[in-house]
T-cell receptor
Framework: GNSVTQMEGPVTLSEEAFLTINCTYT??????LFWYVQYPGEGLQLLLK?????DKGSNKGFEATYRKETTSFHLEKGSVQVSDSAVYFC?????????????FGEGTQLTVNP | DAGITQSPRHKVTETGTPVTLRCHQT?????MYWYRQDPGHGLRLIHY???????DKGEVSDGYSVSRSKTEDFLLTLESATSSQTSVYFC????????????FGPGTRLTVT
């Protein structure tokens, strides 16, 4: 079956530091890949996505590249801000006849200190 | 923001009682999903719907049932709540098979005592 593995958290950084959150996946076929972000007390928001190999998703300074050869989709940001403190989820979507079914990683808590 | 509301937002109930959570959307999306979020597990799919009266099980469906009589509403029922069902429940929607991203509601925090 499908699975997603994220780097263990929590991650604590100082403002303006470089961020990497690792994500690897196992899937049959050619899934779409996503990063979602969850701010305290809120639901998940789509941060970025990639639908095929070598695609780069980007949004709000965050980037991730779909690497089929390493089955990875690592999230990066060059300079984090305090407002980026949240939980980040990597997810993949299989392409079934009954719509998309997302498989999530466990989430990585990011705290950015001023 | 996608028009998704969940009710109630918070609920405390006793073991053995039935509980129904409601998800309402104003986007006219075909697909709707119920997830639960627990520490160390991320989000896990409970049930999903691919049309009115069309539903299927997810990976953690035991103890839960769903119904969808209208496009805009997707109900999750715990027939007899147990303490292991204490969790945060999220509803999500997606537009079509070709649009694989899902949009999430604000969540319902359920505590079973």
């Amino acid at each position: 079956g499908n699975s997603v593995t994220q780097m263990e958290g929590p991650v604590t950084l100082s403002e303006e530091a470089f961020l990497t959150i690792n994500c690897t996946y196992t899937a049959t076929g050619y899934p779409s890949l996503f990063w979602y972000v969850q701010y305290p007390g809120e639901g998940l928001q789509l941060l970025l996505k990639a639908t095929k190999a070598d695609d780069k998703g980007s949004n709000k300074g965050f980037e991730a590249t779909y690497r089929k050869e390493t089955t990875s989709f690592h999230l990066e940001k060059g300079s984090v801000q305090v407002s980026d403190s949240a939980v980040y989820f990597c997810a993949l979507s299989d392409r079934g006849a009954s719509g998309s079914r997302l498989t999530f990683g466990e989430g990585t808590q990011l705290t950015v200190n001023p | 923001d996608a028009g998704i509301t969940q009710s109630p937002r918070h609920k405390v109930t006793e073991t053995g009682t039935p509980v129904t959570l409601r998800c309402h959307q104003t986007e006219n999306h075909r697909y709707m999903y119920w997830y639960r979020q627990d520490p160390g597990h991320g989000l896990r799919l409970i049930h999903y719907s691919y049309g009115v009266k069309d539903t299927d099980k997810g990976e953690v469906s035991d103890g839960y049932s769903v119904s969808r009589s209208k496009t805009e509403d997707f109900l999750l029922t715990l027939e007899s709540a147990t303490s292991s069902q204490t969790s945060v429940y999220f509803c999500a929607i997606s537009e079509s098979r070709g649009m694989y991203e899902q949009y999430f509601g604000p969540g319902t925090r359920l505590t079973v005592t």
